[in-house]
């Protein structure tokens, strides 16, 4: 059978090919990096101050799907015009329509805290501070693994206005993702991807993104050109088929390509946009919502917030408790009925659980199954409660 060859006349000047081309630079060249702290100011790099900069002022929850309204919107194309003009275009590697797509859900959102994977050149990095600034509040948290000594210096150059929004991690994202539960427990209200894009990395980054998101929150995946970060998206949204993927047109891409340069269906983009739901949902399927901390030896019950719900059923609720060193575990399950008069409640299940003395670490882990006609839906993650008689002795002791 003959081989066929796609020879698109404009594939080696299109932005994917382009960035294709400037990640392969950084993993030949084998890039050694280290944080260093009082880096001094790249003198190549030109960063404009801060200014007003157009866009698009919609109410986000009137609309499931905000991208059509938004990229109808005059202002997009005058904030496009903006960053196409502005010196971090030739540092960013997504074009000047995604930044001020990012940029106008940024000023929509009015987030306290922003993650971004993949820092490269900080170009998309600074159109979100630019939004957060306009804001007047928020954190951008980026990480990348290969920018220690490449990012630094260019953060250095940016007015104060800016830096001031924007903490660099030089890590893995999985470091990342792990520093962030442990320490900090920041919720993001948008996420953007753009690490590793192999498939499997896509897909880590995607699921631990959409753990720690906020209710109806953003991820933005870029290179969807590319199978990887494609097919990640995909496998997600057929896995949690209460988000939403936001699109401008709807487009099918050529079954026949693994890289496909005109697969988004946002216009001029190489993004793919998912949106959470507005409540976490519990199905069959067991859920956690991840391994906490504890300051305690043991708990005495689990508080479980119920959203709104039309439906009966059965909540069942497992518990894993750990100690450390020595790694005993011990597990508790308690089950509950749960009707419509319980919408918007707060369940309080009682399950006492404790592992005694003698461990320096103690962890949590909870979850979830529901048993019903349709998915229980959640106002927040379960937490555990405590007795007011070992709240009590838990004060006296410190």
């Known amino acids: 059978m003959e081989a066929r060859t796609d020879a698109t006349p404009g ?19 084998r890039e050694i990096v280290k944080f260093r702290r009082n880096t001094r100011p790249d003198p190549l790099v030109d960063v404009d101050a801060p200014v007003d900069i157009p866009y698009p002022d919609i109410d986000l929850d009137a609309h499931l799907d905000p991208l059509p309204v938004i990229s109808q919107a005059p202002e997009l194309a005058e904030a496009s015009a903006f960053f ?6 030739s540092r960013s590697l997504v074009s000047a329509v995604a930044q001020a797509m990012i940029y106008s859900l940024v000023r929509n959102l009015r987030p306290s805290h922003v993650f971004e994977i993949g820092t490269y050149l900080a170009g998309t990095a600074e159109a979100i501070c ?15 693994p290969f920018g220690g000594d490449r990012v630094p210096p260019v953060l250095a150059s940016w007015p104060y206005e800016l830096r001031e929004h924007i903490r660099f991690y030089c890590c893995t994202s999985m470091e990342f ?11 993001p209200a948008l996420v953007f991807i753009d690490g590793n894009h192999d498939f499997e990395y ?19 995946i870029d290179n969807v050109s590319q199978a990887g970060p494609f097919w990640a998206g995909r496998d997600f949204l057929r896995m949690h088929t209460d988000w939403t993927e936001c699109r ?32 976490r949902s519990v199905g069959e399927r067991p859920v956690t919502f991840g391994e906490v901390p504890l300051r305690t030896s043991g708990f005495d019950g689990i508080a479980v917030p119920v959203g709104h719900s039309e439906e009966d059923g059965i909540l069942h609720v497992q518990c894993v408790l750990r100690g450390f060193p020595g790694h005993v575990e011990e597990v508790g399950s308690t089950s509950c009925s749960v009707s419509s008069r319980d919408a918007g409640t707060v369940l309080r299940l009682p399950l006492v659980m404790d592992l005694g003395t003698g461990f320096e670490v103690v962890r949590l882990e909870i979850w979830l199954i529901w048993t019903g006609a349709r998915p229980l839906l959640l106002e927040g993650a379960p937490v555990h409660w405590l007795s007011d008689a070992r709240a009590a002795s838990q004060s006296g002791q410190r």
Request: charged share 25%; hydrophobic share 40%; glycine share 6%.
């Open 202 to 220: 896509a897909a880590f980054d995607i699921g631990c993104a959409a753990r720690l998101l906020q209710p109806s929150g953003f991820i933005l």
């Open 177 to 187: 993702f792990s520093r962030i539960i442990e320490t900090s427990g920041d919720r």
């Open 84 to 89: 196409l003009q502005s010196p971090s275009a």
């Open 248 to 279: 401008v047109t709807d487009r099918s891409g050529d079954p026949s390509k693994a890289f496909d340069a005109h697969r988004t269906n946002i216009p001029d983009t190489d993004l793919m946009v998912l949106r959470a739901p507005p409540n």
């Open 130 to 144: 630019r939004g957060l600034h306009a804001n007047g509040r928020g954190i951008l948290h980026t990480t990348d």
């Open 11 to 29: 594939f080696r000047a299109s932005r994917p090919y382009l960035k294709l081309r400037a990640l392969a630079r950084i993993v030949r060249d």
